[in-house]
């Protein structure tokens, strides 16, 4: 039998079985928490300090003064991953408010509740494997991206409905939802960024609209610049993106995934995509692997 998994709960290393929070925990009745995906390639987490960097933004968005040094969260991480023998994984590290029951209203003194969880994923890199086993089935759906004016779009917070209300609306075989803002513009899909291609170049709806930030998201985009390859960043509809050469997404564990279809129409991926791809490896090769 396989080894049980080992979760970090507010400081305790504990059986995945056993993992458990208040359910007077403001993460559990609101979504009062921020969160992070991450990736651990050979043991080291890549991206770390925009990781971080993000989580904060995430945190004052929210006013969630938690009192946490970098190095402490690190700790957990890397004593999460370590306790579990992994050294390739999916990690998520979750921040909430913690227990204050009763009211609505944040309470100004906060003791966070810290959960860490890590699950094999295969090796990234020059040699990795993909997560994924076909291009991404895509479909457009009727709900649409919460404006920034109403939730900040660059938090990353528990609140998942929107994403899970757009995923809800698939047909079964499909692998994503694409969410429009409230203009009909593409924002972005449920867990992922949204990149196509004309005429070799490259196009990505702008984040100055209700689009989350991804932070492969912007190692794409610096990849695309040191290629010469010329980026867009721009407001964009869906009939824009059914004519294109080239489509994929783009997203922490997904990394780079082509496309096949979007709404019925068939894209692929193509010379830029599998450019980008290589060039994505290779940073995690020096990176982690080296």
């Given at each position: 039998?396989?080894?049980?998994?080992?979760?970090?709960?507010?400081?305790?290393?504990?059986?995945?079985?056993?993992?458990?929070?208040?359910?007077?925990?403001?993460?559990?009745?609101?979504?009062?928490?921020?969160?992070?995906?991450?990736?651990?390639?050979?043991?080291?987490?890549?991206?770390?300090?925009?990781?971080?960097?993000?989580?904060?933004?995430?945190?004052?968005?929210?006013?969630?003064?938690?009192?946490?040094?970098?190095?402490?969260?690190?700790?957990?991480?890397?004593?999460?991953?370590?306790?579990?023998?992994?050294?390739?994984?999916?990690?998520?590290?979750?921040?909430?408010?913690?227990?204050?029951?009763?009211?609505?209203?944040?309470?100004?003194?906060?003791?966070?509740?810290?959960?860490?969880?890590?699950?094999?994923?295969?090796?990234?890199?020059?040699?990795?494997?993909?997560?994924?086993?076909?291009?991404?089935?895509?479909?457009?759906?009727?709900?649409?991206?919460?404006?920034?004016?109403?939730?900040?779009?660059?938090?990353?917070?528990?609140?998942?409905?929107?994403?899970?209300?757009?995923?809800?609306?698939?047909?079964?075989?499909?692998?994503?939802?694409?969410?429009?803002?409230?203009?009909?513009?593409?924002?972005?899909?449920?867990?992922?960024?949204?990149?196509?291609?004309?005429?070799?170049?490259?196009?990505?709806?702008?984040?100055?609209?209700?689009?989350?930030?991804?932070?492969?998201?912007?190692?794409?985009?610096?990849?695309?610049?040191?290629?010469?390859?010329?980026?867009?960043?721009?407001?964009?509809?869906?009939?824009?993106?059914?004519?294109?050469?080239?489509?994929?997404?783009?997203?922490?564990?997904?990394?780079?995934?082509?496309?096949?279809?979007?709404?019925?129409?068939?894209?692929?991926?193509?010379?830029?995509t599998e450019r980008l791809s290589r060039r994505?490896?290779?940073?995690?090769?020096?990176?982690?692997?080296?």
């Open positions: 039998m396989d080894k049980e998994l080992r979760y970090h709960v507010d400081g305790d290393l504990v059986p995945a079985s056993e993992a458990t929070v208040s359910v007077d925990d403001r993460g559990f009745r609101y979504g009062d928490a921020a969160f992070e995906t991450l990736r651990a390639y050979g043991g080291t987490i890549f991206a770390w300090d925009a990781h971080l960097e993000r989580l904060e933004r995430t945190c004052e968005a929210l006013s969630l003064e938690h009192g946490l040094t970098a190095a402490d969260l690190r700790g957990r991480i890397d004593g999460t991953l370590a306790a579990n023998d992994l050294a390739d994984a999916y990690v998520r590290l979750s921040i909430t408010r913690g227990v204050q029951p009763g009211k609505l209203t944040p309470q100004p003194d906060v003791e966070p509740t810290i959960v860490v969880y890590a699950n094999p994923l295969p090796r990234g890199g020059v040699a990795g494997e993909s997560i994924w086993d076909e291009p991404a089935t895509v479909e457009t759906v009727a709900t649409r991206r919460v404006p920034d004016e109403a939730i900040p779009a660059a938090a990353k917070t528990h609140n998942y409905l929107n994403g899970i209300l757009a995923r809800a609306e698939l047909e079964a075989d499909a692998d994503e939802a694409l969410m429009c803002d409230l203009e009909g513009h593409i924002a972005e899909g449920a867990t992922s960024n949204l990149w196509f291609v004309r005429d070799g170049e490259l196009y990505t709806p702008t984040t100055d609209g209700s689009v989350l930030p991804g932070i492969t998201r912007q190692i794409v985009l610096e990849l695309a610049r040191d290629a010469g390859i010329a980026v867009h960043e721009g407001s964009y509809e869906p009939a824009d993106v059914h004519g294109a050469a080239e489509a994929f997404l783009t997203n922490r564990t997904w990394e780079l995934r082509p496309i096949a279809t979007l709404d019925g129409h068939e894209i692929g991926g193509g010379p830029v994505y490896d290779e940073r995690v090769e020096r990176t982690c692997y080296q």
